[in-house]
């Protein structure tokens, strides 16, 4: 697998996970995504700990589609976390929510988030919506030198 083509999805809501991998495809992205389900499991695969040790840490993801309401550790402070590691520090991330919080949206910017997406209600507008991310993030956006780190 080369290292740019991975998407690291993560959703702790099942039927958010299925509605967005649905999207993804129907809009074409092909890239292998790799989904964890809370902040702590989508840290221990960035930096190959807990259930990931010995992962390959050259092979980042492209892009992070980070939920913010997670179970253990919140997507601000896993933006935070991954922000503050020189391995992570420019790994593309974006914030996909349902929240429409002025100060989620706050946060998620001065930690870092390359972008701030509020989940549509209606799946169309959804699917569109994830089309057009995967099409921006893993096609037409040029990452980093040497991918997720400096």
Do not use: C
Not at 36 to 51: K, S
Not at 56 to 72: C, G, I, Q, S, T
């Amino acid at each position: 697998m080369r290292p740019d083509s991975i998407i690291l999805l993560v959703e702790d809501d099942p039927d958010g996970e299925a509605l967005t991998l649905r999207a993804l495809r129907r809009g074409g992205i092909r890239h292998a995504i790799v989904v964890v389900r809370d902040g702590v499991e989508a840290l221990d695969y960035l930096f190959g700990t807990g259930d990931y040790p010995g992962r390959d840490l050259d092979a980042m993801p492209r892009v992070v589609m980070l939920d913010l309401k997670l179970p253990r550790l919140d997507g601000l402070e896993v933006l935070r976390r991954i922000r503050a590691d020189e391995r992570t520090r420019l790994l593309p991330v974006v914030i996909l929510t349902s929240s429409d919080e002025e100060r989620d949206r706050l946060d998620g910017y001065r930690y870092g988030a390359n972008s701030y997406v509020r989940k549509p209600v209606n799946y169309d507008q959804f699917a569109e919506t994830i089309r057009q991310l995967g099409l921006y993030w893993l096609i037409l956006n040029q990452p980093p030198p040497g991918g997720g780190g400096t």
